[in-house]
């Protein structure tokens, strides 16, 4: 019972670690995004609209937190209202990593209309119900779904949590392809050659919504 006792306590101590390398990486994210917006070039084709939403997820039994996201209310161009909402979600559990063949936490980052709630909106598997319109997956990295008049409007794209590390991986992962991404570019202008830990998906045929995570070379 000793052993247990001890296990369970090393557990939770490892959880709480985890948390805390989140919550560090999630203070890291949102300031080098709002460093991004607030660049005076940037600025004239994108900007903040407002603060930080910040929700979280937690188990069915509400012991341990399984998921974060950070929404950010943007303008774009010589609009004068809120828009769209960047956002970035953090699952190391529950359905945010529910892709097949997926046994790793992953970090979401996107562009949306709505902020994350994890009530009617968030980045889950399946990703979409039957009667719902099917996203474009382009090069298998960059889910894209239409916006009015026929524009690809809203965006998303998928990390390994594990391959984030440093302030460089935060700028060459995140920053830089969504700076990309807000200025209308695709594939292969996204992402810097040979960037690891960019997750690769798989539609699978036989259930609709459904994808499956390529295993990283």
């Not at 209309?113 to 889950?124: E, H, N, T």
Request: charged letters at 20%.
């Amino acid at each position: 019972m000793t052993d247990i006792g001890e296990a369970i306590s090393e557990g939770i101590s490892f959880i709480s670690s985890v948390g805390a390398e989140c919550g560090a990486l999630t203070s890291m994210v949102k300031q080098e995004l709002n460093g991004l917006l607030g660049n005076g070039e940037f600025r004239q084709q994108v900007k903040a609209g407002g603060s930080w939403i910040d929700k979280f997820e937690k188990d069915s039994g509400g012991w341990v937190q399984t998921a974060s996201a950070h929404s950010l209310p943007i303008i774009m161009q010589r609009k004068r209202s809120v828009g769209a909402y960047l956002f970035f979600q953090i699952s190391i559990g529950g359905n945010g990593i529910e892709a097949q063949a997926n046994k790793q936490p992953l970090v979401h980052i996107g562009l949306w209309p709505l902020p994350v709630d994890f009530s009617d909106y968030w980045m889950g598997f399946p990703l979409f119900d039957s009667d719902e319109p099917e996203p474009e997956l382009e090069g298998g990295v960059v889910f894209r779904w239409p916006a009015e008049g026929g524009q690809w409007g809203e965006w998303t794209y998928s990390l390994r949590l594990a391959e984030i590390n440093t302030i460089h991986d935060i700028r060459e992962k995140i920053v830089a392809p969504v700076k990309a991404l807000l200025q209308g570019k695709r594939l292969p202008e996204v992402f810097p050659p040979n960037v690891r830990g960019i997750v690769h998906y798989v539609a699978l045929e036989e259930e609709r919504g459904q994808y499956r995570i390529l295993p990283q070379d």
